[in-house]
């Protein structure tokens, strides 16, 4: 298989470092070989993409050799949950797998989150390989080693902090992506220059159309620069203590707004967008950002094919979901805000009357 | 409230160190206070616990000025499975509990083991404190961190390592101990001294009789022993890549009988006592300890009225539940046996034929 430009980024963390292989029509079974120890290997995915892509790796794992078993699950966020991940075990133990076998995701957040709680709990931890099929998972859900599951009164209320062997992010599983996924995908990317590199949203700007577009080299430079971005935090903070809390910017509102509409309305990156936007606006309330710069927010988002307002919540249900998020400690609601245009910073001092505008001005009442 | 002797023992875990204090009517608010940072605590107990013990924890926490909430589960290992899990974080979410709270395990191994579990996975993570009630939970479940529930389809094989920030081992809650539950306790401790203290051996063969009977201040050096020889093997292989291995002494044997007979039908330390006899068994047969020894081996665990045969169980049907034991490498069943009485060591170049006549020859079958 012809290999094309290729580029490596390593997520560093001790003992656990991992490589993230980063271009388009990757030679899956040369890539794969040196990370997979034992002889069992269990591919998790869902119907859409086993349909796409399970025949490929399949076919690449037994070239090595592999005793593989599957596992395809429903295709959405609604089934990321306890009784979902109970099918994983039921197919790893059905199928006689032991403590050195490797789980594999094969596709969107949903299922590397779940397939990497999986493979965090099973015998109390096995081997963790992920192929991330959506822009948003390659950017976002495969560098930092968050996994998990949702319940019915909160998002990624349940898991683990586990870490995978390698990641591999394969650009040309971009073609067959809807192009509201692939918006979605481009909120985390947008999320990363906001938050911290300005350059970054500079370059975006330039590129926006084109990444709308699908050019995959261009969206391959746009995945390798959040990932270097994600992974220098990760590597800092891997369990969330301090800096690693600047990824969730937009993601307490967002969440809020996820739980509201319940799972699966609404992508997570879509809600992110609008997430991003309230604190964008709630940053300028705050006097640190001007109203030109939460324009220019509000407009890389809007020509990513982004929602800037959400529909209309209740204030009070809307703050309910909000403080079932895990950003809250001791009580108080901590939020990712911008400092300054490219600089996020945590924060809780912040006005309660501010931030209850920020919500009711970003959502569409009409 | 009067402090009688109390001892402690710290686990050496780098920043993870935590405290095992050991002692009768333990003043509980004094020595949690220290090791409670949030205001939120979840006592997750049972319901034959919860009559006699409940009260005096809630009343300790609220004296320390903690916002309590209860989960209070069915008492048996048959309520160790994912359904029963899910309750203690619909627990957790339903009293808005956050990522600092603290989740307190008030009572046997199956609480402990369901309970750190929980914390392990609850937000990706919060504060565990262990209360064990009974003498197993005090010497086993109690140090190391082993957390987990069971799936139809084996005993352990989902869950995580999850290390408390102390644990208060009260002997005095061991005079509501079923007689049986004590045995089963009984049966670990053996353990310690058959996989790697002679000396202590010699202790037990001394004491056994009062052991039994209940001697709280002969059990409390018991469980000290014990939980030091375990706390100096954890530290050296916390997440049981090697030595820690040597702990499950028995184990693979007993997890077989247990799930062949059905959870909660035998007691977890009645199936490690006649798994024990059958590692000694098969350890005799490879010529390792003499049939004296292994007398000596049956001897002390009836003593400890424990029971040294295990019902009839169908040869093949045994080896399948063996093979379901996380002990299993690559394919390859490790076992754990006894070079000498008071040296354990991992072993898989074992005769299986010699495996086979150590399982057939310790079973009831009249």
């Known amino acids: 298989m012809a290999q094309h430009l290729m580029q490596t980024l390593h997520v560093e963390l001790g003992d656990r470092r991992y490589p993230i292989f980063i271009g388009s029509e990757l030679d899956t079974a040369q890539l794969l070989a040196p990370y997979i120890q034992g002889k069992q290997v269990m591919i998790v995915t869902n119907t859409t993409v086993a349909s796409l892509y399970l025949d490929q790796y399949s076919s690449a794992l037994q070239g090595l050799g ?21 099918l994983i075990f039921d197919a790893l133990l059905g199928a006689g ?57 909160g998002k990624n209320m349940i898991g683990a902090f586990k870490q995978p062997q390698v990641v591999l992010a394969d650009m040309s599983h971009l073609k067959t992506l809807d192009k509201r ?80 509409l319940g799972y699966g309305q609404w992508l997570h990156g879509e809600a992110v ?36 307002t959400c529909p209309a919540i209740p204030l009070t249900e809307f703050l309910a979901y909000m403080s079932h998020d895990k950003k809250v400690l001791n009580g108080q609601l901590r939020l990712v805000l911008l400092k300054r245009l490219g600089q996020a910073i945590i924060y809780k001092d912040f006005d309660v009357e501010h931030m209850h505008q920020a919500i009711l001005a970003n959502q569409n009442l009409s």
């Open 66 to 86: 592999k005793d593989l078993a599957t596992c395809v699950l429903p295709d959405g966020e609604k089934y990321k949950n306890i009784e979902h991940l109970q």
């Open 97 to 153: 797998f032991n403590r050195d076998c490797t789980v594999l995701a094969l596709g969107g957040g949903v299922i590397g989150d779940m397939a990497g709680f999986a493979a965090a709990c099973f015998q109390r931890g096995v081997y963790f390989v992920q192929v991330p099929t959506t822009l948003l998972s390659q950017v976002d859900s495969s560098v930092g080693g968050k996994t998990g599951i949702n319940h019915p009164l």
């Open 181 to 260: 996924e692939l918006s979605a995908g481009l909120a985390e990317i947008i999320k990363y220059a906001l938050l911290g590199d300005l350059d970054f949203l500079v370059w975006l700007e330039q590129h926006m159309e084109q990444l709308v577009a699908g050019d995959l080299n261009l969206l391959a430079e746009a995945v390798y620069r959040s990932c270097a971005h994600k992974a220098r935090i990760v590597a800092a903070d891997e369990k969330e203590q301090g800096e690693r809390a600047l990824l969730n910017l937009g993601h307490t509102f967002g969440h809020a707004i996820e739980s509201y």
């Open 273 to 308: 967008a609008t997430g991003m936007v309230m604190a964008a606006d709630l940053s300028m309330r705050m006097g640190w950002i001007s109203q030109a710069e939460l324009d220019r927010v509000k407009n890389i988002i809007n020509r990513a094919q982004l929602p800037i």
